[in-house]
């Protein structure tokens, strides 16, 4: 099993930039497919970006393609997010998940990370 913890988070002007981090513990990173959610007050959670477990293929939601960037670094047990170009629309709490699959599908989240994009 796999533990999450999420970090980066903070308040951020629009237009600028910002790089969530997500630290695993418990089990190896590359047995994981990766993704990043948000969850605004009062909406449901969406997924942002997603990238397999080696890192060959990332997908994102057409509201942050150009603008934000998934990467891996399964040496490390690492997972980020690269915002740039911050509009106020991407103020949520980041949440990262793990995904696994054994004879069943299990997923794991973490704890999430505050992102305010304000003036």
């Known amino acids: 099993q796999v533990q999450l913890v999420e970090s980066g988070g903070g308040l951020v002007q629009p237009g600028g930039s910002l790089r969530l981090s997500c630290a695993a513990s418990?089990?190896?990173?590359?047995?994981?497919?990766m993704s990043w959610w948000r969850q605004a007050p009062g909406k449901e959670r969406e997924l942002v970006a997603g990238?397999?477990?080696?890192?060959?293929?990332?997908n994102y939601t057409d509201s942050v393609k150009g603008r934000f960037t998934i990467s891996r670094d399964n040496a490390k047990n690492m997972v980020f997010l690269q915002m740039n170009s911050l509009k106020p629309e991407d103020t949520a709490v980041y949440y990262c998940?793990?995904?696994?699959?054994?004879?069943?599908?299990?997923?794991?989240w973490g704890q999430g990370t505050q992102v305010t994009v304000s003036s």
């Open positions: 990238i397999t477990r080696v890192g060959g293929i990332t």
């Open positions: 998940k793990a995904v696994t699959y054994n004879y069943m599908r299990y997923e794991y």
């Open positions: 418990g089990s190896t990173l590359s047995n994981y497919a």
